[in-house]
């Protein structure tokens, strides 16, 4: 089995080295999620122990997670029971609600999705604000249905359970015009700082999004990263493709 994975490991970097240059994060073993975003990279292993990259070391943070995102809103995550934790001042103070999945890309302001797939969005008051129990949390709720839900600065996209795609224009007031249906299907979807938008299908693709500028939020149309061993999640952030294979190889791709 390892001698397999490491030809698998040796095919994928020789392939992807014509667009791609990607190495294989050694430090660190068996991720399950992982999110960059402003510099910084935090991720959450298969026993749900949460890290946060400084340098070329992984520093373990408190607590267990199963999800764990960072951008402009902070560091927030979730763990197996739902509950919402914000990362203040070294230590997790649990926030109310209960959500699966949620994501600090946005404006300064917490997307998510709860474990019945309904989308939530809190506002950027709320989310800068909030240093514990006290302070308020006026979660709303959006339309429609999703299982992952990303934000970046030209707006917030999201996969459902059917693995389709919709992109949506949110403010920080959690303001919105709906959810318009994108081409394609992703099982998850991340969107980097810069308005970059990755993402993976069931099949263990990785596909970018072209084209994405403000004043078209929604792109072009999408463009494979090839890879030649599935991968399960993807993030990017300052040029870094950081991509977790379904095997538990954890790569680190330069354009």
Request: charged share 15%.
């Given at each position: 089995?390892?001698?397999?994975?490491?030809?698998?490991?040796?095919?994928?970097?020789?392939?992807?080295?014509?667009?791609?240059?990607?190495?294989?994060?050694?430090?660190?073993?068996?991720?399950?999620?992982?999110?960059?975003?402003?510099?910084?990279?935090?991720?959450?292993?298969?026993?749900?122990?949460?890290?946060?990259?400084?340098?070329?070391?992984?520093?373990?943070?408190?607590?267990?997670?199963?999800?764990?995102?960072?951008?402009?809103?902070?560091?927030?995550?979730?763990?197996?029971?739902?509950?919402?934790?914000?990362?203040?001042?070294?230590?997790?103070?649990?926030?109310?609600?209960?959500?699966?999945?949620?994501d600090a890309g946005g404006e300064q302001f917490i997307v998510g999705a709860n474990m019945n797939d309904t989308p939530f969005?809190?506002?950027?008051?709320?989310?800068?604000?909030?240093?514990?129990?006290?302070?308020?949390?006026?979660?709303?709720?959006?339309?429609?249905?999703?299982?992952?839900?990303?934000?970046?600065?030209?707006?917030?996209?999201?996969?459902?359970?059917?693995?389709?795609?919709?992109?949506?224009?949110?403010?920080?007031?959690?303001?919105?015009?709906?959810?318009?249906?994108?081409?394609?299907?992703?099982?998850?979807?991340?969107?980097?700082?810069?308005?970059?938008?990755?993402?993976?299908?069931?099949?263990?693709?990785?596909?970018?999004?072209?084209?994405?500028?403000?004043?078209?939020?929604?792109g072009t149309g999408w463009s494979n990263v090839p890879m030649y061993m599935p991968m399960k999640h993807v993030t990017y952030d300052l040029g870094r493709l950081w991509?977790?294979?379904?095997?538990?190889?954890?790569?680190?791709?330069?354009?």
């Open positions: 089995m390892r001698a397999t994975a490491a030809v698998l490991l040796v095919l994928c970097l020789l392939t992807v080295s014509h667009a791609w240059d990607c190495q294989e994060v050694v430090n660190i073993k068996n991720l399950m999620q992982i999110d960059a975003g402003l510099g910084q990279v935090v991720a959450t292993d298969t026993s749900q122990i949460p890290y946060y990259l400084v340098g070329d070391k992984w520093i373990r943070l408190p607590g267990s997670l199963k999800h764990i995102t960072v951008g402009p809103a902070g560091i927030w995550g979730v763990n197996k029971d739902y509950a919402i934790y914000k990362y203040v001042a070294g230590n997790w103070v649990k926030a109310e609600g209960l959500l699966k999945q949620l969005c809190l506002t950027r008051s709320a989310t800068v604000g909030y240093k514990g129990p006290g302070s308020p949390l006026p979660w709303t709720g959006l339309p429609g249905a999703v299982k992952y839900y990303s934000c970046g600065p030209f707006g917030c996209w999201a996969v459902n359970k059917n693995d389709d795609i919709y992109l949506m224009s949110l403010n920080q007031d959690c303001q919105n015009n709906g959810w318009s249906h994108i081409d394609g299907k992703l099982s998850m979807i991340e969107v980097a700082t810069d308005g970059s938008v990755f993402g993976v299908n069931s099949a263990g693709q990785v596909y970018t999004r072209d084209g994405i500028t403000a004043s078209k939020p929604e991509v977790i294979s379904n095997s538990g190889f954890t790569m680190v791709c330069t354009h």
